[in-house]
């Protein structure tokens, strides 16, 4: 196609296996967007960023290694601080762009947008496509509206049809050039981080798959993947692929290599089982749209959970009275990264030992993990909560058999001080009684 294409990047932020930069191979002049929205950097409705400090500077390392890879193709990243609508209506003007292409995105506002746009400019040409899963929408075995109710359900349904995701594309070699005189406006993103193997962008992701794909460590991944603390007992893969930094059908393709040139076994297999959980809360968020994040769910069950600020406090601080919480929510709060076990932990804790309104606690891991993915997160919340896909209602875990099985020396929860920072819950009834 002629003209000037924009490529609006979101949370596919690589070369490799790029499906909406390939699309725009054909372009006469090209510009390469990442907009950073004023809104992720403001209190939400529950008090608390978007985006905080793990995830920020994890993100800033991610555009640089973006920009970089652009360069060396005669290209380069344009960064706008400003609402998506508003940089995509300004750059549409100026720059005379008759095509916008963007990655599907499981989030609400980030689908609305595009409406929005294409409400402005009836004759600008807008394709999505699927960049962040592993099937593409038509690969799927029913339509999304008929996504099945559970998990299970759905992994049956792929399996018994033996679907296998795509090849990924390779990196363009050449792209076309750069709208000239484009600068950015961005806001300073931190640099540092305190983590040194959660290195943000594609290099960092290819660092992590030649690591793990080198090691025994996908032979053993099934019985070590309930870990707490460390680098090995799971992949660590999530924080590249919530932001795009690394395709799913990447990491399928280096476990299948695996399985071919090492070894095939119930861990790889379990691999490949966890990467269609993500892939199930993906087409989840964009079955059920604004009711991810709705306090019923989309199924209209409703928690007899409240809002207890004191309780809130005590959880997101760690000072709880359940000591793996607090090991846990202070592990979070310093590094960005929680076990899934321990995530799982936190949030029934949250819901039935705190009796708090789940929304509050999706959102504070919204905020604090190097790996939020929309879709995840809202998606596992619900499941934790019961109001979302899990059959059996609800999950409520037994905290004390829960550490004596996953933390039986109590390594864990000394490393993190989780002891220590017991405390009882503050006597909110006090509050409710007049004074005699
Ligand atoms: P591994 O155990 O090595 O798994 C490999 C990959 O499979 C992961 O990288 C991830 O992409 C996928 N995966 C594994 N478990 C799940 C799961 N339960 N749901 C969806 N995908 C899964 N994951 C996120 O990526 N972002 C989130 O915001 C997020 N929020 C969560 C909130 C709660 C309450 C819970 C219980 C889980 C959440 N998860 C989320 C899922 C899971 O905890 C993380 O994906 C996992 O811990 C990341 O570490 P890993 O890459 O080493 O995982």
């Known amino acids: ?7 609006w990047f979101t949370h596919n932020l690589r070369l490799d296996d790029n499906p909406a930069l390939y699309a725009a191979l054909d372009s006469e002049q090209l510009i390469c967007l990442f907009v950073t929205e004023p809104s992720w950097f403001r209190a939400n409705r529950y008090s608390l960023q978007s985006l905080g400090q793990h995830r920020r500077a994890f993100l800033q390392q991610t555009l640089s290694d973006l920009d970089n890879r652009l360069k060396a193709l005669g290209q380069k990243l344009i960064v706008w601080h400003e609402t998506p609508l508003e940089t995509l209506t300004q750059l549409v003007q100026s720059a005379k762009v008759n095509r916008i292409i963007t990655a599907e995105h ?7 947008t595009l409406k929005q746009l294409h409400r402005r400019f009836p004759h600008l040409v807008c394709e999505v496509i699927d960049s962040q899963t592993l099937f593409r929408r038509e690969q799927l075995p029913f339509e999304v509206a008929q996504l099945p109710d559970s998990f299970s359900a759905f992994r049956r349904k792929i399996e018994k049809l033996q679907r296998v995701p795509d090849a990924p594309l390779p990196t363009p070699t050449a792209l076309p050039p750069p709208v000239s005189n484009l600068a950015n406006k961005v806001i300073e993103l931190p640099v540092a981080s305190q983590h040194t193997r959660f290195i943000g962008g594609e290099s960092g992701a290819n660092t992590q798959l030649d690591y793990y794909f080198s090691t025994d460590l996908p032979s053993t991944y099934k019985e ?7 680098w090995d007992y799971s992949s ?15 990491l399928w393709q280096r476990i299948d290599r695996y399985e071919a040139e090492v070894v095939a076994n119930e861990s790889t297999y379990w691999l490949k089982f966890e990467l ?14 604004s009711k991810l994040y709705k306090f019923q769910g989309p199924f209209n069950r409703s928690p007899l959970t409240s809002f207890y600020p004191e309780r809130f406090k005590a959880w997101c601080e760690g000072t ?3 000591a793996i919480v607090n090991a846990a929510m202070r592990q979070l709060n310093q ?8 995530r799982q932990l936190v949030a029934s804790a949250f819901v039935h030992e705190l009796g708090l309104d789940w929304r509050y606690g999706a959102a504070y891991f919204e905020q604090q993990l190097i790996d939020y993915d929309v879709a995840s997160n809202w998606g596992n919340w619900q499941y934790l909560a019961g109001v979302g896909a899990d059959p059996r209602g609800h999950r409520k875990f037994d905290l004390d058999k829960q550490t004596r099985i996953y933390d039986p020396q109590g ?7 989780g002891e220590e920072n017991c405390h009882p819950l503050p006597n909110s009834d006090y509050y409710d009684w007049p004074a005699p």
């Open 320 to 322: 709880t009275p359940f």
């Open 335 to 342: 590094t960005g990264y929680m076990s899934n076990r321990a």
């Open 411 to 417: 390594v864990f929860i000394k490393t993190w001080q």
């Open 276 to 289: 269609l959980w993500r892939e199930y809360f993906q087409w989840y968020a964009h079955r059920y749209d």
């Open 106 to 112: 499981p989030g609400y506002y980030e689908r609305h």
């Open 1 to 7: 196609m002629r003209g000037t294409t924009l490529v």
């Open 236 to 250: 660590k893969f999530s924080a590249w692929l919530a932001n795009g930094s690394l395709s799913p059908r990447r």
């Open 224 to 230: 070590t993947r309930n870990g707490l603390d460390g």
